[in-house]
């Protein structure tokens, strides 16, 4: 059955009071409905009345079931004009969803502080619409319990009179599956994402087997294939033409095929094991549709690559799909699993680190082919070998080239996170200046640059951590400026003490936490100190002098980390950075008009616990700390003069990091999160009565875009907006990616409070994490010249950032997007895409990944346009990026000789490289996988584009690496190199290249 885009049960109560009815003595619930017969498909309106009961302001009615029916996606349930009259704080709430036990549950919640409904004599609470889907059968619908509050089952409530109807006619198949008006191939790829989505409508059972399944996909396939087609076909007809002319032909299995698993069965907790699933033959299947459940306490997927033979058919998919649940099925359009023995998918999982000793099983639920052995497997949890100790030798040789920094590493732990500020006064001349001296020295552990091994680790994760990276990326825009400035005050002092403040509990080995943590941020500040000079001269009497500046130095970020150059006025929001423990940021703002005034301070979820100090014109001060959510601060005040007011914002405890500040007009009488344009939160739902609310500050005209994701958990977001007076809520279950919520308001026409709901959808089961996201209304147009290079930043989620470009001679231009992290010198956080527009402001191309790693470029001859850049429309990413706009068409990037080629290769998409070569020259060119999960291939092309080479498996096996040896030139000229993944593997590449 289909799920309905109605706010769940839970939603309702949260925003709902109670109330306690008089007693229902003869009060009565009862349905009606005018309609008697109706065709498959068609809608039964059904009359939901009521008498009895006075003070409703919330209710749940069962019905008992039987027959097939089917909710529509909207207007399942239309609540009467009497509960819309009654619910002042706009349309009543409501939600239908079908229970197991064949029953019907209609949820209804008046919004507002109301004395509720009186029902003393009958009232029509609405109209509930269902479908009928089966013909030649009748459904009926009889109330069986009423709830009121949910608490009052029934309580002496009458239960009325029911209805039914004749569904006429055999049951209508809807080919059509996409909805686009015509039957074609399309059709089938979407019924295939249905039913791996767990979603399997009857109507689409094509081949009558009483079930939904892979088959289905094959059978529609053929049928579209042997020229049938249309909307509405009876099934019984569709049956009686099923097996003429030889299609519709299913497979013939193989004798008893069987499915088995093998690979790394024994593994320690923190470790991951690589499994196979193997089947003995796939002779003839066409349709596969299997699941390989686990137990999610002990196990977690980390990757998985579709095998050969479930990658021979046409199409194919292998995931998690619910909480335990990793899914594998392909249909074969024109195509069926190869004959004999092969591997169906392979499943790298990583044991839990709280995972008990013992085994735990893995078993197999077959849908598709009937007949398959699954027996399952198990994989044994063992005790975990002491070994550790050997990394932690590594790091002390990394320090011991700068003998004077493996002693003072311990001092920054301890001295920054005593608040700087007071530490470097009296360290001045004291017997601490030794340890002032030190504190340079970490700089120059950052400088050994190891960030250069962590950047790349930055690629591969940057899909699954983006939620955890734009944390760091604040740090970036402190570092930008304030390091300019004062270069002999190398902010170096302050990123020590980040370091610390963040684990403190890494001063018992003060060794393995500095070298770990600088390699995040330190390496900004680093790069620049060493050009620092005066430290040495320094070191013997001016070290006293050299503290003093540093104090106050520290104080130039905060002026410029709150929305530099731009004068605040209520309603605002905006961001800033508390830098080091023991700092403070002043925001200032103007209230034209006075009245009532909250402010709110909160810190991402981040370890910043934020408190503030308001300043009011008159000379009052109000401060906070935990007044708002969690331990976020708030300050609320009934009737705030007008005037300028100053906000001095702090972490409490000397805790740092980012922060958000929003002031409305408006008096919040309760702790809530409030988030920003352009913020990104992060939260988990734990269980299916959990609703988290968000609020936030909208004016006229701001662009209200709302996106909710699981970020690959079980969760299927459901998405609530509430607004002002006058804003119709909205909800939404499915309408962003795959099962995804996205809600687009477009520019606000009522300014005020609007307030996010999320929480579980209604009729699901899944838990887990979710990522919010407030796009931002920002949208910075400024103009590019032709071979010109622009460094920006996409700081807000959502972000765009627009270059007017003109190219007055119509050739072809190239704009390539990378998103190259001065702070690393390396690649960022940032997922870069483009989007390019023609004059008319119309779209006429858009690029994610083509080039070198996730960079991206753009082709064009338009003489004028837009290009646009961002963080990608989904995961909406953050980032410092540089644009590039190039005369003439995209050229790849050069080998270079050795192994100095990095990249990252992405599933069904490859990496381009190009050289100079002479005729008679040998070039080797190799690619390998740094034992991760890619299969590399390389293919090499001559400079008339013809492939002279490819190399898969140039190793006996277990390698994969590929090579090709000593390739004699054929012709001088500039040959290229495509470097991808076997079988749709990705990961991590290094190619090395050398020229004889």
């Known amino acids: ?20 009815l008089p007693g229902l003595a003869g009060a009565q619930v009862s349905l009606s409905s005018t309609v008697t017969e109706l065709d498959p498909g068609g809608t039964l309106p059904v009359t939901v009345s009521l008498t009895g009961p006075t003070g409703i302001t919330v209710l749940e009615l069962d019905l008992t079931v039987a027959g097939t029916l089917s909710i529509p996606e909207q207007n399942a349930f239309v609540p009467s004009q009497t509960l819309t009259d009654a619910s002042t704080g706009g349309t009543p709430f409501t939600n239908v969803m079908f229970l197991p036990d064949n029953g019907l549950r209609i949820s209804v919640a008046l919004m507002g502080d109301i004395p509720g409904v009186n029902a003393s004599s009958q009232i029509t609470l609405g109209t509930l619409n269902v479908i009928a889907t089966t013909g030649g059968e009748t459904v009926t619908l009889t109330p069986r319990r009423i709830a009121f509050d949910f608490e009052n089952n029934n309580m002496g409530v009458t239960m009325g009179s029911g209805v039914s109807a004749t569904v006429t ?19 089938v790829v979407s019924l295939f994402d249905n039913i791996f989505a767990g979603n399997a409508l009857l109507t689409w059972d094509f081949d009558a087997s009483g079930a939904t399944d892979v088959d289905d996909v094959v059978f529609l396939f053929d049928y579209i294939f042997a020229g049938g087609g249309g909307k509405g076909a009876p099934k019984e007809a569709l049956i009686a033409s099923a097996n003429q002319d030889g299609f519709f032909d299913f497979f013939q299995l193989a004798q008893s095929p069987e499915l088995t698993i093998s690979g790394d069965l024994e593994g320690a907790p923190g470790e991951q094991v690589t499994i196979n699933v193997n089947i003995s033959d796939g002779t003839n299947i066409r349709g596969f549709q299997v699941d390989l459940n686990f137990d999610p306490a002990v196990l977690s997927v980390v990757s998985s690559v579709i095998g050969p033979s479930l990658s021979a058919l046409d199409i194919e998919s292998a995931a998690v799909v619910s909480d335990g649940v990793f899914r594998m099925m392909g249909a074969g359009l024109v195509t069926s699993m190869p004959a004999g023995p092969g591997t169906v998918v392979t499943v790298t999982f990583a044991i839990n680190g709280n995972a008990p000793s013992g085994p735990t099983a893995l078993s197999f639920l077959v849908t598709k082919p009937t007949g398959l052995v699954a027996p399952g497997g198990q994989i044994t949890v063992v005790t975990a070998q002491p070994d550790t100790p050997t990394p932690t030798n590594t790091p002390l040789p990394t320090a011991t080239p700068e003998s004077p920094t493996a002693t003072p590493v311990e001092t920054p732990t301890a001295t920054p996170t005593r608040t700087p500020t007071n530490t470097a006064v009296p360290t001045n001349t004291p017997t601490n200046t030794p340890t002032l001296q030190p504190t340079e020295s970490p700089t120059a552990t950052p400088v050994e640059t190891p960030t250069a ?55 018992a080995k003060p060794t393995e936490s500095p070298t770990a943590t600088p390699v995040e941020t330190p390496t900004a500040t680093p790069v620049e100190t060493p050009t620092a000079t005066p430290i040495p001269t320094s070191t013997p009497t001016l070290v006293p002098t050299s503290t003093p500046t540093l104090v106050p130095t520290p104080t130039l970020p905060p002026t410029a980390t709150p929305t530099p150059g731009i004068a605040l006025f209520v309603p ?37 616990d934020p408190a ?49 500040v929003s002031a409305v007009p408006e008096v919040i009488g309760e702790p809530t999160t409030m988030i920003s344009f352009g913020q990104r939160v992060e939260g988990r739902i734990a269980n299916l009565t959990d609703l988290h609310l968000f609020t936030f500050y909208a004016q006229i005209g701001d662009f209200i875009k709302v ?4 970020v690959g958990s079980a969760l299927d977001p459901f998405l609530t907006l509430q607004g002002p007076d006058g804003f119709t809520s909205m909800m939404d279950n499915d309408s962003g990616p795959d099962d995804d919520a996205l809600i687009i308001v477009g520019p606000a026409t009522i300014a005020g409070i609007y307030t996010i709901g999320v929480s579980p959808a209604p009729a699901t089961t899944g838990l887990g994490q979710y990522a919010l996201i407030l796009a931002s209304n920002v949208i910075n147009d400024r103009l590019i010249a032709a071979g010109e290079m622009v460094s920006g930043s996409i700081s807000l989620a959502g972000q765009v950032d627009r270059y007017v470009f003109t190219n007055a001679g119509g050739g072809e231009i190239t704009f390539y997007l990378d998103d190259f992290d001065p702070l690393f010198n390396a690649g960022g956080t940032l997922d870069p895409f483009l989007r390019l527009l023609n004059g008319a402001g119309e779209q006429a191309a858009t690029d994610s990944n083509s080039g070198l790693n996730d960079d991206a470029y753009v082709t064009t ?21 540089r644009l590039e706009y190039r005369i003439g068409a995209y050229v790849p990037p050069t080998l270079k000789a050795g192994s100095g080629n990095e990249t990252y290769v992405y599933a069904s998409q490859s990496e381009w490289y190009s050289f100079s070569g002479t005729a008679g020259q040998l070039v080797t060119i190799g690619v390998d996988d740094f034992k991760g999960s890619l299969d590399p291939a390389v293919r090499l092309y001559g400079p008339d584009g013809t492939v002279l080479a490819t190399s898969l498996n140039a190793f006996p096996a277990p390698e994969d690496d590929a090579q090709i040896r000593l390739f004699p030139l054929p012709a001088t000229g500039v040959y290229k190199v495509e470097v991808f993944g076997e079988n749709k593997t990705f990961g991590k590449a290094r190619i090395t290249f050398q020229k004889l």
């Open 1 to 20: 059955m289909r799920k309905v885009s109605k706010i769940s049960t839970f939603f309702i109560v949260a925003l709902c009071p109670m109330v306690v």
């Open 169 to 187: 006619g055999g049951v209508v198949l809807d080919y059509d599956v996409d909805d686009s008006g015509q039957v074609d191939v399309d059709d």
């Open 453 to 507: 091994t962590p950047v790349p680790t930055n690629t591969p994760t940057r899909t699954p951590t983006v939620t955890a990276q734009p944390t760091e990326s604040p740090t970036a825009t402190p570092v930008e400026t304030p390091t300019a400035t004062p270069v002999e005050t190398p902010t170096a002092t302050p990123v020590p003490t980040s370091t610390p403040t963040r684990t403190p509990t890494a001063t």
């Open 572 to 608: 605002f929001s905006t961001e800033g950075l508390i830098w080091a423990a023991g700092y403070t940021v002043n925001v200032d703002f103007t209230y034209t008009n006075g009245g009532p005034l909250t402010v709110n301070i909160g810190d991402f979820g981040a370890e910043l």
């Open 612 to 660: 503030g100090t308001l300043i009011l014109p008159d000379g009052r001060q109000i401060s906070d700390d935990d007044g708002g959510e969690g331990d976020d601060a708030m300050i609320v005040l009934q009737n705030a003069p007008a005037g300028k007011y100053r906000l001095i914002v702090r972490g409490q405890g000397g805790t740092f990091g980012r922060f958000s």
């Open 707 to 710: 996106a909710l994701t699981d």
């Open 861 to 881: 001859t338009l003489t004028a346009g837009t290009i646009e850049v961002s963080g990608g429309p989904d995961d909406m990413t953050l980032g410092p990026y």
